[in-house]
C-alpha cells in the first residue's frame, strides 16, 4: 500500500459527459501529479500541483483540468470526453517539489472507460 | 516526441539468469534517472534511482548502470526470479526543480517475464 488513494477505480461512462478522479496524497506529501497511461502507451505526465499550487504542466488537454485543495487532496476533472481519452489515470505524490527530492509513490489508479 | 524510450516492449529470462532491462534518453539535461516495476492492477512503485553524478547504483539484487556520453541506462536484475515478473518503467528527470521540471518523464515499459 503506497499511501495514496485513487477513487473511483473504475468508471465508465459516454462520449461528451465529464468526470471527476480524486486523489488523497500519503501523509504529508505536499506535490500531487497526475499521469495518464493510454493502452500500450507509458505514463504521459498530465500534470503537478505543490502545496496548493500549480507546478508543471504536461501534455494535458484543455478539456481537462486539475486543482489541489487546502488539505492536499486533488481532483482531475475531465470533460466533453471522447473515445480516446478511455485510459488509466495515475496519481503519484511526494514530499518536495521534485522527483529528485524522493521518489513517486503512485496510487493504484482510476480506469476510465468511456463508450 | 519521446524522450525517454524504452525499445523493447518485452524481455523474458530464465529463473536464475540476468535480466537486462534499457533505456535510452534524449533531453541532455535529465540528470535524475529512475526505475519503477508495475504489477497488474497495482500503480508504479519505486525500485532504484541513479544521479548523473553517479555511473552505477547498486540494490541487492538490482543495479542500474549510466553511460551518459550514449544517453543510455540499464537495470539488471541478478538473479531473477519469478516474483520479477513485471512491467518495467524507466524515468527521468532534472534535479532542476526550482524551474518547470519536478516531474518525472517515463518510458513506455518493458514487460518482463522470469520463467521458472
Known amino acids: 500500500d503506497s499511501g495514496v488513494t485513487q477513487t473511483p477505480k473504475h468508471l465508465i461512462t459516454a462520449t461528451g459527459q465529464r468526470v471527476t478522479l480524486r486523489c488523497s496524497p500519503r501523509?504529508?506529501?505536499?506535490?500531487v501529479y497526475w499521469y495518464q497511461q493510454s493502452l500500450d502507451q507509458g505514463l504521459q505526465f498530465l500534470i503537478q500541483?505543490?502545496?496548493?499550487?500549480?507546478?508543471a504542466k504536461g501534455n494535458i488537454l484543455e478539456r481537462f483540468s486539475a486543482q489541489q485543495f487546502p488539505d492536499l487532496h486533488s481532483e482531475l476533472n475531465l470533460s466533453s470526453l471522447e473515445l480516446g481519452d478511455s485510459a488509466l489515470y495515475f496519481c503519484?505524490?511526494?514530499?518536495?517539489?521534485?522527483?529528485?527530492?524522493?521518489?513517486?509513490?503512485f496510487g493504484e489508479g482510476s480506469r476510465l472507460t468511456v463508450l | 516526441d519521446q524522450q525517454v524510450k524504452q525499445n523493447s516492449p518485452s524481455l523474458s529470462v530464465q529463473e536464475g539468469r540476468i535480466s537486462i532491462l534499457n533505456c535510452d534518453y534524449t533531453?541532455?539535461?535529465?540528470?535524475?534517472f529512475l526505475w519503477y516495476k508495475k504489477y497488474p492492477a497495482e500503480g508504479p512503485t519505486f525500485l532504484i534511482s541513479?544521479?548523473?553524478?553517479?555511473d552505477k547504483n547498486e540494490d541487492g539484487r538490482f543495479t542500474v548502470f549510466l553511460n551518459k556520453s550514449a544517453k543510455h541506462l540499464s537495470l539488471h536484475i541478478v538473479p531473477s526470479q519469478p516474483g520479477d515478473s513485471a512491467v518495467y518503467f524507466c524515468?527521468?528527470?532534472?534535479?532542476?526543480?526550482?524551474?518547470?521540471?519536478?516531474?518525472?518523464?517515463f518510458g513506455k515499459g518493458t514487460k518482463l517475464s522470469v520463467k521458472p
Open positions: 503519484a505524490s511526494s514530499i518536495g517539489q521534485g522527483a529528485s527530492t524522493g521518489e513517486l509513490f
Open positions: 500541483y505543490y502545496n496548493g499550487e500549480e507546478r
Open positions: 541513479i544521479s548523473s553524478i553517479k
Open positions: 501523509s504529508g506529501d505536499l506535490s
Open positions: 533531453n541532455s539535461m535529465f540528470d535524475y
Open positions: 524515468a527521468a528527470s532534472t534535479m532542476n526543480y526550482g524551474g518547470s521540471q519536478g516531474n518525472l518523464i
